[in-house]
């Protein structure tokens, strides 16, 4: 069974910058595209970017280019969201998904919290 399992979030002061992971399970990674999104609190889930299944290919949402990286290690299974220069605005609960064939999987997502 397919299986999305995110880390790396908490609180985190302006300016951090963690690395967020996606650990993936139940389905060939290698094979697919994954995506990160993010939900902030009372807005609509955004995305934030995409990295194709080799890993040689990235898209980012306009307004995350330039703070945000997306990453994949296909031997372990993991995406990364390495995460700059945060601002109190980028507290959301961050989700990796897949889309396998016409079923899209969600992670539970990790909560990050900007603040002082």
């Known amino acids: 069974q397919v299986q999305l399992v995110e880390s790396g979030g908490g609180l985190v002061q302006p300016g951090g910058s963690p690395r967020l992971s996606c650990a993936a399970s139940g389905f060939t990674f290698s094979s697919f595209t994954m995506t990160w999104y993010r939900q902030a609190p009372g807005k609509e889930r955004e995305l934030v970017a995409g990295?194709?299944?080799?890993?040689?290919?990235?898209n980012y949402a306009d307004s995350m280019k330039g703070r945000f990286t997306i990453s994949r290690d296909n031997t372990k299974n993991t995406v990364y969201l390495q995460v700059n220069s945060l601002k109190p605005e980028d507290t959301a609960v961050y989700c990796c998904n897949v889309r396998l064939g016409g079923e899209t999987y969600w992670g539970q997502g990790t909560q990050v919290t900007v603040s002082s």
């Open positions: 990295i194709a299944p080799a890993g040689t290919s990235t």
